[in-house]
């Protein structure tokens, strides 16, 4: 079994500024480019972790509360929150930011779900993850109930085997 690893070790900070090709007909970033822009820097932050190889498994909901504009520098902070047997969880957020006007918005938050592979493609053991601040323990607590919650979304677990899901929703 892999050597567990401390959270803060797979944090990832990426950059990357709105250009004209990145943008729709209002000049804002197209949708699909930020989430190609997150599942890069969520996969870094997965193979930090796991020192492998990572493939996408699952994005969960993600929320375009606001706009990202033409010219404005897209921030994304990725990291691990929480591994299973070959899973990891990534939280990832994202803030636009005005630097002329000195303005910095949050615009997104996503949990990506990714699975460590080796050279042929099966999946492979990931190091557990060990949360230090109280932000990473809530996410790490946490994390059982959304990967239940997943796997019973995408047909692979009953609802009535998901026993952290029934006692959080105490059903």
Do not use: C
Not at 45 to 70: C, G, M, W, Y
């Amino acid at each position: 079994m892999p050597q567990p690893k401390f959270a803060r070790e797979s944090m990832t900070v990426m950059t990357e500024m709105v250009l004209p090709n990145d943008t729709n007909t209002l000049n804002n970033l197209m949708g699909g480019r930020l989430l190609h822009f997150m599942d890069i820097a969520a996969a870094i932050a997965a193979q930090k972790h796991s020192n492998r190889i990572v493939v996408t498994a699952s994005v969960d909901n993600v929320s375009f509360s606001e706009p990202i504009r033409l010219g404005n520098i897209v921030t994304m902070k990725a990291q691990v929150t929480r591994a299973f047997s070959s899973s990891m969880e990534v939280f990832i957020e994202v803030w636009a930011e005005d630097i002329p006007a000195g303005v910095r918005v949050s615009t997104n938050s996503a949990y990506y779900t990714f699975v460590a592979v080796d050279q042929s493609g099966r999946p492979i053991e990931v190091p557990q993850v060990v949360p230090e601040s109280d932000e990473e323990k809530d996410r790490y607590a946490s994390a059982l109930r959304r990967r239940q919650l997943r796997l019973v979304l995408a047909g692979r677990m009953k609802a009535q085997e998901a026993t952290e899901l029934r006692e959080f929703l105490k059903v």
